[in-house]
């Protein structure tokens, strides 16, 4: 089974930058599509962004021009850059994964990190 560790999050100021990093742990997976999603206290979980395997990358309107995903296929790392931070940007951000592993198709969870943006 995959897990996903994330790392980056923090207290910025609004208008400042954040990069969060998402890495699996395991063996014997082939990863497909990563992306990010956020959760603000009271609101559904959105996504951010995602990234296909061969890089075709969708964004949140709210996120488009500021965000950026990217991905270290070598790695299976993914990163999102965060820049022009808003402070409705503030909310637990989650890593997500689709995967194969032993021919059978699974989706992981990262635990979240927070990111809080202050005015």
């Known amino acids: 089974q995959v897990q996903l560790v994330e790392s980056g999050g923090g207290l910025v100021q609004a208008g400042g930058s954040l990069r969060l990093s998402c890495a699996p742990s395991?063996?014997?997976?082939?990863?497909?599509?990563m992306g990010w999603y956020r959760q603000a206290p009271g609101n559904q979980r959105e996504l951010v962004a995602s990234s296909t395997i061969g890089s075709i990358t969708n964004y949140a309107d709210s996120v488009e021009g500021r965000f950026t995903i990217s991905r270290d296929n070598a790695k299976n790392t993914v990163y999102l850059q965060m820049n022009s931070l808003k402070p409705e940007d503030t909310a637990v951000y989650y890593c997500n994964a689709n995967y194969y592993q032993r021919g059978a198709r699974f989706e992981a969870w990262g635990q979240g990190t927070q990111v809080t943006v202050s005015s």
């Open positions: 395991g063996s014997g997976f082939s990863i497909n599509t």
